[in-house]
């Protein structure tokens, strides 16, 4: 009798687990295998000078492949100085909105930064349905962030009505990848509902848990983000220390885009 009971146990403890268990499938991915221009099916682009944007930079963005395309199964990003409609460097600003937007999960994403000074490369994201009013009321995350003056420090960062980078109030992480300008790493977030862990190579540095009293001023996650990638020069953070004279172009490149859920 005993053994039965124990073997029941182990059978019920075995079935929970499985029950519990919810693995993450892929949902959407971009492993960049075909040369040329990004797939259109899968990116768009965000064009011109990023003024609008509120952080005055030097860059004027392009869909052109001097500054965007795929090559030896990566995506490159490339920043290039050059005038173009009064600003003195072209670079790309790629997004996914409308052809990608999600709700919770892992976002990953596989890259290698720039080197110079003045660089200011960004993997994060948006909000696609921006009902809670203009940034930074419906959210941002920035799954890394990296400026050239400031070698292999990556940032990860919410912005939110309540906490945001104007108030000097933003919940931010950062962490020290040395070689992030000569290797690749993983960059990404695992985004539930009240919690979001921002993470390099599998291993977690920062998290930000939703806090029970907030409404979406402080946690406007509940509704479906799309994926930017960018390469900023200079601006408000990017050029804080002076823009390099030499040493351009300078690339971003993504190996893949990997969402789970």
């Known amino acids: 009798m005993n053994i039965t009971l124990s073997r029941i146990f182990v059978v019920a403890l075995f079935l929970v687990a499985a029950c519990t268990e919810k693995k993450k499938q892929l949902v959407w991915s971009d492993e960049f295998d075909q040369p040329g221009a990004p797939d259109s099916t899968k990116w768009g682009y965000d064009l011109g000078a990023s003024n609008g944007w509120g952080n005055n930079e030097l860059e004027y963005y392009t869909s052109d492949q001097k500054n ?81 003056y400031d070698p292999g420090v990556i940032h990860g960062t919410i912005h939110t009505e309540a906490y945001n980078h104007v108030k000097k109030t933003q919940k931010e992480g950062k962490v020290t990848v040395p070689d992030a300008r000569d290797q690749f790493h993983v960059y990404a977030i695992e985004w539930t509902k009240d919690k979001m862990d921002f993470i390099v190579d599998d291993k977690v540095y920062h998290s930000v848990q939703r806090d029970p009293k907030d409404d979406f001023k402080g946690w406007p996650f509940d509704k479906p983000f799309h994926l930017i990638m960018n390469l900023a020069v200079g601006g408000n953070w990017g050029g804080k220390e002076g823009v390099d004279e030499m040493g351009w172009p300078q690339r971003m490149e993504v190996d893949y885009v990997r969402i789970y859920q």
């Open 68 to 148: 965007v395309r795929i090559e030896d199964g990566k995506l490159v990003i490339e920043a290039h100085k050059d005038s173009l409609e009064g600003k003195p460097f072209t670079s790309c600003r790629i997004v996914t909105k409308g052809k990608g937007d999600w709700l919770y999960g892992r976002v990953e994403v596989k890259a290698k930064l720039p080197r110079t000074k003045g660089t200011w490369p960004a993997i994060w994201m948006l909000s696609s349905d921006p009902s809670y009013g203009d940034w930074p009321a419906s959210g941002e995350i920035d799954i890394m962030e990296h400026v050239g």
